[in-house]
């Protein structure tokens, strides 16, 4: 596995996409974890700071965008993390291979949570929530993923940015908030929270369930980006994308 996970690093520093990994390598999905984690220690090692995890494939919008039939997850790599200042951020274009946006809520975790997970113990778990744009990216060429693809391909992270932390927003009825993502101005995407695998907070717990299968859980000051609450534009330089979720702030995130 450690192979495959230095051919995806390669993909990720310089921005070469390579053949799935299903086609040339006959990964099966039960591997593709094995990979991504290999592939996460590589960078680990070389300095990367894990702040958090990400669930992909929340949205039945998203899976059959994707082609593929169940979420997965991954992490969450400091070093793309782009900072928000009055709302509004910026992300060089050319950091990404074939980059698309999602609107979703991210979750800071005030207290661990692991096995047995539920929606109601994510919430009491949690100290604050936020607004957040993903930049999705795949590191398989022309995103021919099968679920097999997007775990090892870390989930085909890109980067996030979030809004503001919240601590009003914990006691929303989150399963209700409207979203609008707005691309230079046009509506690009719509949704609901509940779009987020029923609920955002089941999304979580889902998550912890499934860390616990490989002896893990989610400690507490983890971010979790719960899963995207619509379709996934592309997004290319000079690009705006605005967010706006119900009784939050607009966030904005511009390609340079």
Not at 141 to 169: C, E, K, M
């Amino acid at each position: 596995m450690s192979a495959l996970a230095l051919r995806l690093e390669q993909a990720w520093t310089t921005g070469v996409p390579v053949a799935p990994l299903s086609e040339s390598d006959g990964l099966t999905r039960e591997d593709a974890y094995d990979v991504q984690h290999a592939w996460n220690a590589v960078r680990v090692a070389d300095g990367e700071r894990v702040v958090g995890r990400k669930i992909g494939l929340t949205s039945a919008a998203i899976r059959a965008q994707a082609n593929v039939d169940e979420p997965d997850y991954g992490s969450l790599w400091g070093s793309r993390q782009y900072i928000a200042a009055g709302g509004r951020a910026e992300a060089p274009a050319q950091t990404f291979v074939a980059p698309r946006v999602e609107g979703e809520l991210a979750f800071l975790l005030g207290a661990d949570v692991g096995e047995g997970a539920t929606a109601q113990q994510v919430l009491a778990a949690t100290e604050a929530m936020a607004v957040s744009i993903e930049i999705i990216d795949s590191r398989i060429q022309d995103w021919r993923l099968t679920i097999a693809d997007t775990i090892a391909d870390n989930a085909s992270y890109g980067g996030f940015v979030l809004g503001p932390w919240s601590r009003a927003l914990r006691h929303a009825d989150l399963g209700t908030l409207g979203m609008v993502m707005y691309q230079n101005g046009q509506v690009a995407a719509t949704g609901v929270g509940v779009e987020s695998f029923g609920h955002p907070a089941r999304a979580v717990a889902w998550l912890a369930r499934k860390l616990a299968s490989f002896g893990e859980y989610l400690p507490a000051g983890s971010i979790v980006l719960s899963g995207a609450l619509g379709r996934a534009p592309d997004v290319a330089q000079g690009d705006e994308i605005t967010l706006r979720i119900t009784n939050n702030p607009p966030l904005t995130l511009r390609f340079t």
